[in-house]
């Protein structure tokens, strides 16, 4: 089963430590460097929203 991993901006876009912050949480939840996120912009293609599906039955990183 997937689990979705979802981050929006705390103000109109997304910062760069925000962005940041999805992607800690993302390999926290077991998603690996190959997995691709979806991401939501703007007209001007600024960051919006990003989400990833992670396998659920995987685990973290690094506990196999």
């Known amino acids: 089963m997937a689990k979705k991993i979802e981050h929006v901006p705390t103000g109109k876009y997304m910062t760069l430590d925000e962005v940041a912050a999805f992607i800690a949480d993302a390999r926290a ?3 690996k460097g190959t997995n691709i996120p979806h991401a939501r912009l703007s007209f001007g293609g600024k960051l919006l929203r990003l989400d990833i599906a992670v396998d659920a039955t ?3 990183v690094g506990s196999e």
């Open 29 to 31: 939840a077991g998603a």
């Open 58 to 60: 995987s685990g973290p």
